[in-house]
């Protein structure tokens, strides 16, 4: 079931302030350049009004002085782990951390940072980074494979997902302890062929032995999952920690899903108008937790930011379920709405719904128009479109928090004492794509090119006729004819020519000057002519 890690594409930033409302915004722009230069990010891009926007409800409840800003376009890259990795104690070089093999994290199917700072009058300041990845085993290298439906069920081993293994804690820790779920999926298929859920069974064994077993408990005090801890600080570098689980025979489970799976598209074509359009298809999640009945409802509460260049008309709001179109009353409970304002302010939709169980689909439609950009507002690359940060859908009657009774509180285990915190389940959709009409970029480009290739014909022309020296010239033609000889001369008296050489050079001299002449008024004409188009046009 979604925690809190579940993250959209790209970057999100949000923070809640203890100042007064005239200082929030200073502090904000302070916090996003300092983020921006601390992970070589670019955050800092969220200090504009335009970016960033003050949700009432619908992203976090009772909390005010919040801020929220996404950058679903950003990229998470290595330079970005590195700064990350560096607020550790131990960096990478010990510890738990030390897995983070950046080729293994960088060619999994998911991974995502996160960075929460809290504020506590009693301990002072609390540093919580979490790192979340989806790994893909190393199916070359692992022993036994099961195909189950055409798809293989490798097994797996911490050196085969990281590369690494792990040989001790960080120095300076309390404790370094690794966690291994076995999910509720899989411990109701085991349990249904009546074996013990152990380390070691018919479906699958476990490298190591766990130090201790942790058995979650659900509403109805039953086994939900199971955790599997290791200390770290047991091993060394002389016996390194290589967690590895095999499978025996080929098993299908599935995670629990979210009540609905939600997804965002575009609708309608071209680059005036169009129509957003947010999907629930139901994954019958009450049936196993609320029983078969259909009297009852199911609550959503829809966030969703919309840059101010996507102007949306909210009272376009259409609601279809199963097919069958509603009035707004029927479904929604509450609803927030903060108009965007040209080049000032993103708009923001705060809503929330109220869905029959017996529900399978239904679709919100809102229509909207595309808006003009001054031409220093474009982003690079505007042709591939503009993205619109994705829409967080959370649903407050059901809750991603896991029951421990076995733990004392006392120990003090973070991770553990992450998952038993109260939150919702929440599901973000994808982020949108809008063509927005761009200019033709390289229209100035063109322009100067051209401009300028005139302008350097029509000077060069000008400068060589306005430097030319004519005297110089002659006496270079009669140099060249006192160097041709007699026996030219005499070639020539034989076939009768009359030789006058000063009329000769004079009459090349007239004709190329007439052809320079023409060559000067022609390219000025052609200047002049170009220069009166551009200006019409």
């Known amino acids: 079931m979604s925690t809190s890690n579940a993250k959209p594409p790209g970057v999100e930033l949000w923070a809640i302030f203890d100042l007064p409302l005239s200082e929030i915004d200073a502090t904000w722009k302070n916090l996003t350049h300092t983020l921006?230069?601390?992970?070589?990010?670019?955050?800092?891009?969220?200090?504009?009004?335009?970016?960033?926007?003050?949700?009432?409800?619908?992203?976090?409840?009772?909390?005010?002085?919040?801020?929220y800003g996404a950058l679903p376009r950003e990229a998470v890259c290595t330079e970005n782990l590195t700064p990350w990795l560096k607020l550790l104690p131990c960096r990478d070089k010990a510890g738990v951390a030390s897995l983070l093999y950046r080729p293994s994290i960088y060619k999994g199917y998911?991974?995502?940072?996160?960075?929460?700072?809290?504020?506590?009058?009693?301990?002072?300041?609390?540093?919580?980074?979490?790192?979340?990845?989806?790994?893909?085993?190393?199916?070359?290298?692992?022993?036994q494979l099961h195909a189950t439906d055409g798809q293989l069920q490798p097994s797996w081993s911490i050196r085969h997902l990281f590369n690494r293994k792990l040989s001790g804690k960080c120095p300076v820790s309390k404790s370094s302890r690794i966690y291994l779920e076995i999910d509720k999926g899989i411990v109701?298929?085991?349990?249904?062929?009546?074996?013990?859920?152990?380390?070691?069974?018919?479906f699958f064994v476990l490298s190591n032995n766990p130090d201790r077993v942790i058995k979650e408990l659900d509403s109805l005090k039953v086994q939900s999952s199971s955790l599997y801890e290791y200390d770290v600080s047991a091993y060394s570098e002389d016996e390194p920690f290589d967690l590895g689980m095999t499978w025996k025979l080929p098993l299908i489970w599935s995670c629990t899903p979210s009540p609905y799976h939600t997804s965002r598209f575009l609708m309608g074509s071209g680059n005036e108008r169009g129509s957003i359009a947010l999907s629930?298809?139901?994954?019958?999640?009450?049936?196993?937790?609320?029983?078969?009945?259909?009297?009852?409802?199911?609550?959503?509460?829809?966030?969703?930011?919309?840059?101010?260049?996507?102007?949306?008309?909210?009272?376009?709001?259409?609601?279809?379920?199963?097919?069958?179109?509603?009035?707004?009353?029927?479904?929604?409970?509450?609803?927030?709405?903060?108009?965007?304002?040209?080049?000032?302010?993103?708009?923001?939709?705060?809503?929330?719904?109220?869905?029959?169980?017996?529900?399978?689909?239904?679709?919100?439609?809102?229509?909207?128009?595309?808006?003009?950009?001054?031409?220093?507002?474009?982003?690079?690359?505007?042709?591939?479109?503009f993205d619109i940060p994705s829409a967080l859908v959370s649903f407050p009657e059901f809750n991603s928090t896991r029951s421990y009774p076995e733990i004392d509180s006392s120990l003090g285990s973070p991770l553990l004492e992450n998952f038993q915190e109260d939150g919702v389940v929440k599901s973000y959709t994808e982020v949108l794509l809008v063509p927005l009409t761009t200019p033709d970029f390289s229209m100035p480009y063109n322009v100067?090119?051209?401009?300028?290739?005139?302008?350097?014909?029509?000077?060069?022309?000008?400068?060589n006729a306005l430097r030319r020296r004519i005297g110089e010239e002659e006496r270079e033609l009669k140099k060249a004819v006192a160097k041709r000889g007699l026996i030219p001369l005499l070639l020539a008296k034989l076939r009768g020519q009359k030789i006058n050489p000063s009329e000769s050079e004079s009459s090349s001299e007239r004709a190329g000057s007439k052809k320079l002449l023409l060559k000067v008024v022609f390219v000025a004409l052609v200047a002049v002519a170009f220069h009166y188009l551009s200006n019409s046009s």
């Open 188 to 202: 109701d298929k085991v349990k249904k062929s009546g074996i013990d859920v152990s380390w070691n069974n018919e």
């Open 110 to 143: 998911y991974h995502s940072q996160k960075l929460k700072l809290r504020s506590s009058q009693s301990v002072g300041i609390i540093l919580d980074q979490t790192l979340t990845a989806v790994l893909q085993p190393n199916t070359v290298n692992s022993k």
């Open 448 to 463: 100067i090119t051209f401009t300028c290739t005139v302008l350097a014909l029509y000077f060069g022309s000008l400068l």
């Open 36 to 67: 921006s230069g601390l992970f070589c990010a670019s955050i800092n891009f969220l200090e504009s009004s335009t970016a960033f926007s003050a949700p009432q409800w619908g992203f976090k409840l009772n909390e005010g002085n919040l801020r």
């Open 280 to 385: 629930f298809l139901s994954t019958n999640l009450h049936k196993q937790i609320l029983g078969s009945s259909n009297d009852c409802s199911i609550k959503a509460v829809i966030f969703q930011v919309v840059p101010w260049y996507v102007k949306v008309y909210y009272h376009s709001l259409d609601i279809f379920i199963d097919g069958n179109r509603k009035t707004i009353p029927e479904v929604v409970d509450k609803i927030h709405v903060t108009p965007s304002e040209d080049k000032l302010l993103p708009g923001t939709l705060e809503m929330q719904l109220r869905f029959p169980c017996s529900m399978q689909s239904a679709t919100l439609t809102l229509d909207f128009d595309k808006g003009f950009l001054h031409i220093d507002e474009y982003p690079p690359d505007a042709n591939q479109g």
